[in-house]
């Protein structure tokens, strides 16, 4: 499942995704279900910077500041929330984490860290067995050498800080 990725080319805040264009008397859709924006606004009352984005695998994205705090949540088209990531950097990362990637990619520099929390209510829908898990996800980065080119790669960890894997990672804005 993809987590996050911030598509800022078709952002609108959220107010106005149902604004009508100055050069058209025809409303434009809302990139959500109404459920959604409810539930969204139920959710999070007092989110700020807000930009939403649908997903390759049909859910609602959203990313906003609340409270200072920048986090990221997801909705299924019925309104039932999926999870909610919550951004931290690299003073506020767990220690586990911070151990690991000392280890393994001390040369790199961190570009984004995320604890990514499913919802109760999502995680009922599934058998016991087959919930999904918390986990966290860290991008680390590292200049190529003799080239003005990236490299970056994500670690990914259980919800205990574990490491489970690391994979090539393409920056949003790089696609």
Do not use: C
Request: proline share 6%.
């Amino acid at each position: 499942m993809a987590v996050l990725a911030t598509d800022t080319a078709s952002v609108q805040p959220l107010d106005t995704l149902a604004a009508v264009p100055s050069d058209t008397a025809t409303p434009v859709a809302p990139l959500y279900p109404e459920i959604v924006g409810k539930n969204f606004k139920k959710r999070f009352p007092n989110a700020e910077k807000i930009t939403w984005r649908l997903s390759g695998e049909g859910l609602y994205l959203v990313t906003f500041d609340q409270f200072g705090q920048a986090m990221a949540a997801a909705f299924r088209e019925d309104g039932v929330q999926v999870y909610t990531a919550y951004a931290f950097n690299r003073k506020e990362m767990p220690l586990p984490i911070e151990r690991y990637l000392q280890a393994s990619a001390a040369k790199m520099k961190m570009t984004e860290g995320w604890r990514v929390v499913h919802e109760s209510k999502y995680k009922r829908m599934f058998a016991s067995s087959e919930r999904p898990k918390d986990y966290y996800y860290v991008v680390m980065g590292r200049k190529i050498p003799k080239s003005k080119k990236w490299q970056y790669i994500r670690y990914t960890f259980n919800q205990n800080a574990q490491f489970e894997s690391k994979s090539n990672y393409v920056q949003p804005s790089e696609k």
